[in-house]
């Protein structure tokens, strides 16, 4: 008589993902769906976790229209996250929980390269609302057989990226010149590619000690070669006009006062600089990041631009 043996198969790890609809969480899940299986969830219901993970994306974005009140924020940034990380304390299964928090919860602008151990003074109801719930979260007492990490990522990069890359990348792809040549930054980004790697070290390297991490890709750019990396991404010839700075600060100083769609704050967000540190994850992962800026760009802006 022959004996069957069927092949063993093993359970996927599972993950309790919040903000799944999101442009983070909808590409976890694409990414991640053959290493893990996921439970996500909804907005207004009592969250009970039996998942090893817990990803805890959700919150409410910056807000450039200023349409959101204050106390949306903390509603939402604050509150769900003291709703999601009380009950990853009382579930048996949990052991690791990854927020993603946001530069933003240290400063709106920087002197400096941004590290960890900079005293946070956030300026805005979305970086005073994530930077409270850190707060909650590493107030509260972590068992030992549990783990947390706090992620603070720049502004984060993909395929059909929303939010001002979008917009940036809109107007490239129009053929337009670039008019603000004329000054000259850093910023630090983040490949939605390197959180991904990232969030999934932080699960299976056990030694990784809980805590903070800035997460940013290796190279910071100017948003001049961000420009031309996004023409040659969408097949447009790089054009940048090199107008006087006084000139597009006058321009800008009208739009805070008349209605059009540039002013001194979004001269600021274009124009400042915002490096990053990624040392003391590098440090505690032991491996390097394995998408680069400029290569992780014109991979993840190679796509139609949405009308």
């Not at 003074?121 to 850190?134: C, D, I, N, Q, V």
């Not at 070669?225 to 009208?254: D, F, H, Q, Y």
């Not at 540190?277 to 014109?298: F, H, M, Q, W, Y």
Request: a positive charge.
């Amino acid at each position: 008589m022959r004996l069957l043996i069927k092949p063993l198969r093993f359970m996927k790890p599972s993950v309790f993902l919040t903000g799944s609809s999101g442009f983070v969480g909808s590409y976890l899940q694409n990414a991640l769906e053959n290493k893990f299986q996921f439970e996500t969830y909804k907005r207004g219901e009592i969250p009970i976790i039996s998942a090893e993970l817990v990803i805890h994306l959700a919150g409410l974005a910056h807000d450039m229209k200023k349409t959101n009140n204050e106390s949306a924020y903390f509603d939402v940034n604050l509150g769900l996250t003291k709703l999601i990380f009380d009950a990853f304390l009382a579930s048996v299964d949990a052991k690791v929980f990854i927020f993603i928090s946001s530069v933003k919860a240290v400063a709106d602008s920087l002197k400096d390269i941004l590290t960890e151990e900079q005293i946070p003074a956030p300026e805005t109801a979305y970086g005073k609302s994530k930077l409270e719930a850190e707060r909650y979260l590493l107030s509260q007492a972590l068992p030992v057989n549990k783990r947390l990490y706090i992620l603070r990522p720049s502004v984060i990069y993909g395929p059909n990226v929303k939010g001002n890359l979008a917009l940036l990348k809109k107007f490239v792809s129009s053929g337009l010149p670039w008019p603000l040549a004329a000054f000259q930054n850093r910023r630090s980004y983040c490949s939605i590619q390197n959180l991904t790697f990232v969030i999934q070290q932080l699960y299976t390297q056990s030694l990784v000690p809980s805590g903070i991490y800035n997460v940013v890709d290796n190279e910071p750019l100017s948003t001049n070669e961000l420009i031309c990396i996004m023409a040659i991404a969408t097949g447009k010839k790089v054009r940048l006009w090199t107008i006087p700075k006084w000139v597009i600060v006058g321009i800008s100083k009208i739009g805070d006062i008349v209605k059009i769609p540039f002013n001194s704050e979004r001269l600021d967000k274009l124009t400042e600089s915002f490096e990053v540190s990624n040392k003391k994850l590098l440090d505690a992962i032991g491996i390097p990041l394995p998408v680069e800026t400029r290569e992780g760009l014109l991979k993840n802006l190679n796509h139609k631009v949405n009308d």
